[in-house]
Structure formats: structure tokens, C-alpha cells
């Protein structure tokens, strides 16, 4: 195995490299021309996840485009509640919705058949790890049980997800039993995805932002630090990224906390925190997505500013969330250009 193929391991495992590993949240998106061909074939987007030939040429689209440093599974983190049978549905325009879950429909979820309903994304995996460059890291991921919950509960994303910490609030037994049973359900989902072929993981928490101190701690650290414990208990080996958006201050004791290997930071958490958090392992990030979108001296500063604060530490450059359907392609180009320090990998 060659070094190339693990650099993102690497830092994982503590190692600085200069230049940095990188890839992009979302690298595979609408911003792509590609992309928005495969998804017109593929009929639903749930179709598109679910459909392996699909997903996999989605997933490797942007690995062909900029020789990024790691792919990441093409899927969505509402495949869980599907799998749980919540009739998750996207429609254009509006995004995910779902049937919203009540006290006495978290008390019949079962999710013993999660993973098995799942096979097809399984199937993707084990696929995109025999046709990816052999120095590509394969990165397979889920939501995190309180971002996941919060569509459960109001089924459909809010503005501040008042819906479910108003129901945390008033329910507070249901909500930490069906915070558990997802954190459950999902650890043995990516125990799966590293069986099929997975080099590490990422688990995305969106919505930890919304989140108080102390319901950050019952909500958003509690369940992580249950579902690290329980995939690196069944596979010691295991990589785990753990990415809380707009958790601010919170993310100080974040790693130590729940066992993450490393930590994503969005964009607003100031670079001079994010090199204290580095002090203790890797990070992850935190380009503004809309630095990509502008280009030219945006995009440069934002990408030179990270590397001079963290550059000289373990780090994964990536973007502080994912890439928006209104970046140009080329931007992409320049930005792995300008990381590199000029030079490019593959591309066509």
C-alpha cells in the first residue's frame, strides 16, 4: 500500500503532511454537470442512492474531475429513517420530508432490519473500493442520532429544529429512547460500510448548533460517544470523523468527549480555536462554501489562511460544510491547485 493512498489515514492517525490531504463535502453535487446527468437517469434521489451503478458513478465523478484525496460514499443521512420505514420522500424545492414520528411511533420503531434494508448502499461501497484509485481514501458516513432526529420528529428540516427540542423538552424519556436506538441502528450501519470496504468515517451533525450546553452534552455528545464506542469496540481498527456544525466553544472537549479520531470545524469557528483543537488531533476543514462560489482573491485568502494556521498541524482541508450547487467547477479546480501548491493529480 502506498503512502499516497493513505494520506488521509495518516492524519487520522496523527501524522502532519505538507501539503495537506483534501476533499470537499457534497464534492459529488449539483455544482457538476455529470452529476446533474446521472441524476436526471437515475429518476428519485432516493433512487439515485440506492440504485449501486448510480451511486457509484456519482461518487467517483469528482475523483476523476480533481484526483481528490479521499471519496466519500454518495448517499444521504435519512436512509436510516427510511430503512425504519418513516416514508422518507424528497421533492424538489422543499427538500427531505418525512411521516413526523410521535411518542407512541418511537416506542414501535424496530431497528433490527436497518442494516439489511440498506444492502444496496453496501453494495456501493464494496464496489467503489475495487474501482478507485488504489491512493484514494474511501470514506463511508451517517448523521448523527440528533440531527437525524430532529427530521424524524418534524418531518421536514426546520430553521432551528424548535420542533424537536420542544419534543426533547416535553418528552424527554421517548427522545433519549429514540436518540439511543438511532445511535445503536447507526453505529452498526458504518460497522457495515467499513466491512464493505470503508477506509474511515464521518458522522454529520448538523444541527448541533441549535443545541444549548446542556442539551448539547445529553444530545449531541451522549449518543456520538455511544456509537464511536460501539463501532471502534466491534472493529478497534476503525477512523472516525465526528463534524458538529455550530458547535462552537462546545467543540473544546468535543474530541475527548466522544472518541472521535478527528473533528470537522465549520466555517465560523476562528482559526486561532481551530489550531488549540488541533493541539489535541487532527481537524478537518473549514473553508466558507462561499468562498468557492466568489473565487478569485476570496477563495485564495480563505484557502492560504487555513494553511498558514493549520497547516503545519495533522489536518484534512475540506470546506466548513458542503459545496453549494452555484460553485464553479473551476473554482474546485483552483482550489485543489492552490492547496497543492500547484500541483495537480489526474483531471481532465
Not at 495518516?10 to 502532519?16: A, F, I, K, M, Q
Not at 478507485?132 to 420528529?153: K, N, R, S
Not at 464553479?328 to 491547485?337: C, I, K
Amino acid at each position: 500500500m502506498s503512502d499516497t493512498r493513505r494520506k488521509i489515514m495518516r492524519v487520522l492517525e496523527g501524522e502532519s503532511l505538507s501539503p495537506p490531504p483534501l476533499w470537499l463535502m457534497r464534492q459529488a453535487g449539483r455544482y457538476l454537470p455529470e452529476y446533474r446527468q446521472t441524476r436526471a437517469k437515475a429518476g428519485s434521489f432516493l433512487d439515485l442512492c440506492y440504485t449501486p451503478d448510480h451511486a457509484v458513478e456519482v461518487t467517483l465523478q469528482p475523483i476523476r474531475r480533481y484526483g481528490f484525496d479521499a471519496a466519500i460514499l454518495f448517499s444521504d443521512i435519512l436512509v436510516i429513517p427510511d430503512a425504519m420505514k418513516r416514508n422518507v420522500r424528497f421533492t424538489e424545492g422543499h427538500g427531505p420530508e418525512m411521516d413526523p414520528i410521535d411518542e407512541a411511533g418511537i416506542g414501535r420503531l424496530n431497528g433490527e432490519e436497518v442494516v439489511d434494508y440498506l444492502r444496496p448502499v453496501l453494495e456501493t461501497v464494496r464496489r467503489l473500493r475495487q474501482e478507485l484509485p488504489d491512493e484514494t481514501t474511501l470514506l463511508g458516513f451517517c448523521g448523527a442520532p440528533w440531527t437525524v432526529a430532529t427530521y424524524m420528529i418534524a418531518g421536514h428540516g426546520t430553521p432551528d429544529q424548535a420542533p424537536a427540542r420542544l419534543f426533547a423538552y416535553k418528552h424527554p424519556r421517548a427522545f433519549e429512547q429514540l436518540l439511543m436506538l438511532l445511535a445503536d441502528v447507526s453505529a452498526d450501519y458504518l460497522v457495515a460500510q467499513i466491512d464493505a470496504g470503508a477506509d474511515a468515517v464521518q458522522i454529520f451533525d448538523s444541527w448541533a448548533g441549535v443545541l444549548g450546553e446542556r442539551e448539547f452534552e445529553a444530545f449531541a455528545i451522549r449518543p456520538v460517544a455511544r456509537m464511536i464506542a460501539s463501532v471502534k469496540s466491534q472493529r478497534p481498527q476503525a477512523r472516525i470523523i465526528a463534524f458538529a456544525k455550530g458547535a462552537g466553544y462546545q467543540l473544546k472537549n468535543y474530541r475527548q468527549k466522544t472518541g472521535a479520531d478527528a473533528i470537522g470545524l465549520d466555517w465560523s469557528v476562528p482559526l486561532a480555536f481551530a489550531a488549540e483543537l488541533q493541539k489535541d488531533g487532527p481537524v478537518q476543514g473549514n473553508l466558507d462554501p462561499m468562498r468557492v462560489v466568489a473565487g478569485g482573491r476570496a477563495l485564495e485568502e480563505g484557502i492560504d489562511d487555513i494553511l498558514q494556521h493549520l497547516g503545519h498541524g495533522p489536518l484534512i482541508f475540506n470546506l466548513g460544510h458542503g459545496i453549494t450547487p452555484q460553485a464553479d467547477p473551476e473554482h474546485v479546480r483552483l482550489l485543489v491547485d492552490r492547496v497543492r501548491g500547484g500541483q495537480m493529480r489526474g483531471g481532465k
